[in-house]
């Protein structure tokens, strides 16, 4: 563990809900534990860069039993989304097993950062919770200029 | 501006016995600020920020005809109330998987962390 952002640029995302997720949609971290900036929108889950940096982003979601998922985070700049990361579980993986991604990627103020649910589905909890607790979550912190 | 305050440790276990509750990492390998409590496997906040937290652990391996999960949950005290902030969980027939979670959170001083078995038959090592 460890404080590399103090108390600077940040966000954090959750959900409290178990619900399937289908494909095409972007993954509906709809509560906040904190964001600096007031930009992450939680209606469209899309968290959008305020001052320009190279940044940590993470993200984590579960299998749903029998069913492949494809995860894209992009990051879209000047109209152009670009896949910065890729989450993907095969095709036999476990129910509600887990996977957890982080990545760093540079970024300039305006820049939209989502995550979509490529292809198959999947789900953001194990079972559905109540407020603090979280299983998942999405989050942003700028790291350096 | 912010200043960043220096504040970071890793623990770990040599051990590969299965965890039933609190995941016993019970070897400090560095600490700079804050306080590990090498009896209890918790962690307490000295600086409040935002943190990135990383673990890993391994399952049991699986039987013929009996799979084991491999659960967690990052568990964060402040005050007198406790919360689940992170589920982590392998659930496959597979054998010497590591488990791991990259976990970002703003926390607050004071705020104590552990690790908990969430289920099935995680271990710490292989």
Request: proline content about 1%.
């Amino acid at each position: 563990m460890i404080d590399i952002f103090s108390q600077g640029i940040s966000f954090r995302a959750y959900s409290l809900s178990r619900a399937t997720i289908s494909s095409g949609q972007n993954l509906p971290f709809n509560n906040e534990s904190y964001d600096s900036q007031g930009t992450n929108d939680t209606s469209t889950y899309v968290y959008t860069i305020d001052i320009a940096g190279t940044y940590l982003f993470t993200f984590g979601w579960y299998v749903v039993g029998g069913s492949g998922a494809t995860i894209s985070l992009f990051r879209k700049c000047s109209g152009r989304a670009v896949v910065i990361q890729q989450s993907t579980n095969g095709s036999s993986t476990g129910n509600n097993t887990s996977f957890y991604v982080a990545t760093i990627a540079e970024c300039q103020k305006g820049d939209e950062i989502y995550a979509i649910l490529a292809s198959g589905s999947c789900r953001l909890t194990t079972s559905d919770l109540t407020e603090a607790n979280n299983n998942t979550s999405f989050s942003g912190s700028r790291l350096s200029s | 501006m912010t200043q960043r305050t220096e504040e970071r440790f890793k623990v770990f276990s040599r051990s590969n016995a299965t965890m039933f509750s609190t995941f016993e990492y019970n070897r400090v390998d560095f600490i700079v600020g804050g306080t590990y409590d090498i009896s209890t496997y918790e962690y307490t906040i000295e600086n409040a920020g935002t943190y990135l937290i990383g673990f890993s652990y391994s399952k049991k391996s699986p039987l013929t005809n009996n799979n084991f999960i491999g659960a967690s949950n990052l568990l964060l005290t402040r005050g007198d109330t406790t919360y689940t902030k992170s589920h982590t969980r392998m659930n496959e027939r597979v054998n010497i998987t590591i488990i791991s979670n990259s976990f970002v959170y703003r926390f607050e001083v004071d705020d104590k962390l552990k690790i908990v078995s969430g289920g099935g038959q995680p271990k710490l090592n292989a």
